[in-house]
Every structure is written in C-alpha cells, then in structure tokens.
T-cell receptor
Framework: AQSVTQPDIHITVSEGASLELRCNYS??????LFWYVQSPGQGLQLLLK??????LVQGIKGFEAEFKRSQSSFNLRKPSVHWSDAAEYFC????????????FGTGTRLLVSP | SAVISQKPSRDICQRGTSLTIQCQVD?????MFWYRQQPGQSLTLIAT?????????ESGFVIDKFPISRPNLTFSTLTVSNMSPEDSSIYLC?????????????FGPGTRLTVL
C-alpha cells in the first residue's frame, strides 16, 4: 500500500531564507507525486506534480521539487520564502487507475518569521 | 481548472443529529471525491462518487454513516449521520478534472464540522 511520510510537523523559516520540506513515500511502482498547500480557511491548492520525465519539477509561486527514486523522496524547495508562504503543506502520492487516488502525508506547517 | 464551492462552510451540531454537506462544481466532472481531515491530521479519502452509480467507500467508511448522493455531473452531497464528537473534522469535496496526462484534483474550501 502507498504511504507518505512528512517527518517535520512544524518548520519556522525567516523571511527571505531558503526552504526545504521533506517528503518520503512508499509505493511499489512508479509514483505520481504531488505537493499541495492549504492556507487558513482555504482549500488545497496544487503547487506541483511529478508524473515522469525530468526529476526536477517547477511549480507555482516559485516552488520546485526533486524526485529522487533512490531515496524515495520528493522534497519541496523554495530559494526565498515570503511571509505569504506561511501555510500547511501536504505531500501526496497517487496511483493511477483511471483517476488519481491520493494518499496524503500528515502535513508540515510552515511558519515565517520576520 | 475547476472551481468548487461547499455549503455550509462550517457548522456546530449536536450529538446524534445529521448534517448534509453540499458540493457544487462549475464544470461537469465524472468523478467526485469526499475527504475527511481530522484535527491536526492529514486528509483521508472517504468515498468516490460517480454520477449514476453507487459511491465506492474506502476501508473504515460505510454508507450508513456517510451516505452520498450524486444526482448530476456538477453536484454531490455527503451526509454525516448520527454524529458524535469524533466526527468533528473538515470535510472536503474534490474533483478530478482536466485533459488526459494533464489532469489534477481540485479541492473545495472545506466544511468545518464541530460536534458537541
């Protein structure tokens, strides 16, 4: 069965500093990987996704993620964090059986300090 | 993209009662999903709802507790029946939308339910 681990429950980053959020997955086949962001009172918004091809994926809002099969990881990065990036971030792995059936990690709450 | 709205956005309910949550999509979609996000936890898929067929429930979720309707391609409802405090969660509607090889799941803003 698929599973996703986000080892960091909370992360605090200074505004302007770089960010890396960790995600490890378990899946028997080639995974479909996603990062979502959930701002307070908002639904989930897709930041980026990996299906195949280039292992470095660019997303919205200046985020990127790198798929590393050898480490079963899909870490999210941003070179310079803005105060508006404070939110909950979820990594998800999907299987494709005509649709994406997603399994989510427990999330990482990002706090941005001035 | 698909824009999803949910009603109500939040509610406080008494134990033993039921609440029906509505999900409206601005596009016709085949598949709709209902997720639960318990306090401090991740999202868990409750069921998949296809128009014109019975919903498919995930392990640990049953139709008697979470009946789902899917009367057309843009609308679905989830009922949380005989509620207990353990049902206090955010319930999210989601749709699978887009062209083949370039599709994704879109999520509604959620319904925050508190059961007293």
């Amino acid at each position: 069965a698929q599973s996703v681990t986000q080892p960091d429950i909370h992360i605090t980053v200074s505004e302007g500093a770089s960010l890396e959020l960790r995600c490890n997955y378990s899946y028997g086949a080639t995974p479909y990987l996603f990062w979502y962001v959930q701002s307070p009172g908002q639904g989930l918004q897709l930041l980026l996704k990996y299906f195949s091809g280039d292992t470095l994926v660019q997303g919205i809002k200046g985020f990127e993620a790198e798929f590393k099969r050898s480490q079963s990881s899909f870490n999210l990065r941003k070179p310079s964090v803005h105060w508006s990036d404070a939110a909950e971030y979820f990594c998800a792995v999907g299987s494709f059986s005509g649709f994406q059936k997603l399994v989510f990690g427990t999330g990482t709450r990002l706090l941005v300090s001035p | 993209s698909a824009v999803i709205s949910q009603k109500p956005s939040r509610d406080i309910c008494q134990r033993g009662t039921s609440l029906t949550i509505q999900c409206q999509v601005d596009s016709q979609v085949t598949m709709m999903f209902w997720y639960r996000q318990q306090p401090g936890q991740s999202l868990t898929l409750i069921a998949t709802a296809n128009q014109g067929s019975e919903a498919t429930y995930e392990s640990g979720f049953v139709i008697d507790k979470f009946p789902i309707s899917r009367p057309n391609l843009t609308f679905s409802t989830l009922t949380v029946s005989n509620m207990s405090p353990e049902d206090s969660s955010i319930y999210l509607c989601s749709v699978f939308y887009g062209a083949p090889l370039n599709n994704e799941q879109f999520f509604g803003p959620g319904t925050r339910l508190t059961v007293l």
